[in-house]
């Protein structure tokens, strides 16, 4: 029974994902800052502004794709002047770290989707129960990559 219901949660979290970014994509374009910046390109700044200092790899690897794609995305957001390069400790990789504008991009655009979440959610859900869900995808998030520290929840 436990595996049925398990590969159920699986499913639905996929597809969680999927009409995510699907909406994510939808936000920027009704905002109009997919004219400024891509899902794609957007994730990227995200994932440089959590781990400032990312290598080209470290941001390949986040996000599923070739090394060669990242390149492109950092070129065409170094030419936005929203990241810079900087030599990385280990002389054969880059540093990405996004600039102020960088910063202000990234955070307008998560203030608008998630003000854009927040209405189509928040009436649906009790203070509780955001709890709980945060507490649970904060488990199985550390479960999935790997973290010792799951006993924080």
Do not use: C, W
Request: charged letters at 25%.
């Amino acid at each position: 029974m436990m595996d049925n219901e398990l590969k159920k949660v699986f499913n639905l979290f996929q597809e969680s994902i999927v009409n995510i970014h699907s909406e994510v994509a939808k936000i920027l374009s009704n905002s109009g800052l997919d004219e400024v910046i891509s899902k794609e390109q957007y994730q990227t700044l995200k994932i440089v502004k959590e781990s400032p200092g990312s290598t080209f790899s470290y941001i390949a690897s986040k996000q599923g794709v070739f090394k060669t794609a990242i390149s492109n995305r950092i070129n065409k957001l170094m030419k936005l002047n929203l990241i810079s390069i900087q030599q990385g400790e280990d002389k054969r990789e880059k540093s990405v770290l996004l600039t102020e504008k960088g910063i202000s991009v990234v955070n307008r655009t998560e203030d608008i989707i998630y003000e854009t979440f927040n209405k189509k959610l928040s009436p649906h859900f009790s203070e509780e129960e955001i709890i709980t869900f945060v507490k649970q995808l904060q488990k199985a998030n550390d479960l999935i990559t790997g973290k010792d520290n799951v006993n924080h929840v």
